[in-house]
């Protein structure tokens, strides 16, 4: 499952690596939902589309590239859902690895061990550069877009030169937030 | 007023102008909309989004580059909506003007004379190049995104090289169609 908030021109991040614009929605609303690093405050709506995530126990694992990893500073070695972490990269930083956050150099290879770790639980991407891996290698089978009601310009893609399309989807399950619409659509095979 | 069909990676067209994966909403459904050159087929949830189009007059006039017009020769001298079209190019095709149809070599002054048609109807604007113009002229009040559930790789984008960001944008009504999600946003000031 590819999970990522994205501007309604296709960006998951501005050109410094900013996510200002896209993240307001984690912090504009009252409902307290507490993780291991801080507190989230969502509208209702997005409490509803967040809970299963953190009180569900949805997801058993977190894919994520190199970049996305040093800019969250590894979470602190603990990511925010509480799931272990596989980091596709060539090189393992200094420091690192530590329990619940492994290194592997092949996204197919990462993938595998983020499966077997999650087990029926659900496996999350947020990285563009491996959700277009994953589609290409027709391994993903849910896309969810946070859709943030700005236009950004130019930064990073959510999605960005993929090959073998057009990828078909469902029609969405949709969860009208406050500044955000969340979107969940099923790859379609 | 901006409107246009669009995958969810942001694209309105593929890399050869063509918008079958993305026009399909307007064929799924079994509400039939009539328009001078044939006929809609659409779901309900869509017949509610258009209806207001075709059967309110709502529209007053429609704005469109000189590609998009030459793409769909000129609809014929007769645009789907009924409504006058304004065409922004820098030279005048063989055949045209036309009544109803007019050419203007300036984004800006064409805009005039389709305000002045539609009186205290909506102005639509169906370019990509000019709704970045009129993006950047701050004179754009609501944007409608039909969002279609594909990821088409390339193309020609919706939002495209915009300058004067973050634009900002109220949250979305939303109409959940079939195969396609009716957006519809103001623009914040």
Redesign the interface.
């Known amino acids: 499952m590819a999970e990522m908030s994205m501007?309604?021109?296709?960006f998951v991040a501005d050109e410094n690596d900013g996510v200002d614009?896209l993240f307001g929605w984690y912090f504009n609303g009252d409902v307290v939902m507490p993780f291991s690093g801080g507190e989230f405050r969502v509208s209702e709506a997005s409490a509803e589309f967040l809970r299963p995530v953190f009180a569900g126990g949805r997801i058993g694992a977190l894919l994520t590239g190199r970049r996305n990893f040093d800019l969250a500073q590894g979470w602190g070695g603990r990511h925010p859902v509480g799931c272990p972490v596989f980091v596709v990269s060539h090189s393992v930083p200094d420091g690192w690895p530590r329990p619940g956050t492994t290194f592997h150099d092949d996204a197919l290879v990462a993938l595998e061990a983020a499966r077997a770790a999650a087990g029926d639980r659900d496996v999350v991407v947020a990285t563009p550069s491996l959700i277009r891996q994953y589609?290409a290698a027709k391994v993903l089978d849910e896309?969810v877009?946070s859709?943030v009601?700005?236009?950004?310009?130019?930064g990073t893609?959510?999605?960005d030169?993929?090959?073998?399309?057009?990828?078909?989807?469902?029609?969405?399950a949709?969860v009208?937030?406050?500044?955000?619409?969340h979107?969940t659509?099923q790859v379609l095979r």
């Not at 501007?7 to 296709?10: E, H, I, K």
Request: hydrophobic share 45%; aromatic share 8%; proline share 8%.
């Open positions: 501007s309604l021109d296709g614009e589609l896309i877009v859709l009601p700005v236009l950004l310009g130019r893609r959510y999605f030169a993929l090959g073998d399309t057009p990828v078909r989807l469902s029609d969405p949709i009208a937030g406050r500044a955000v619409t979107l659509y």
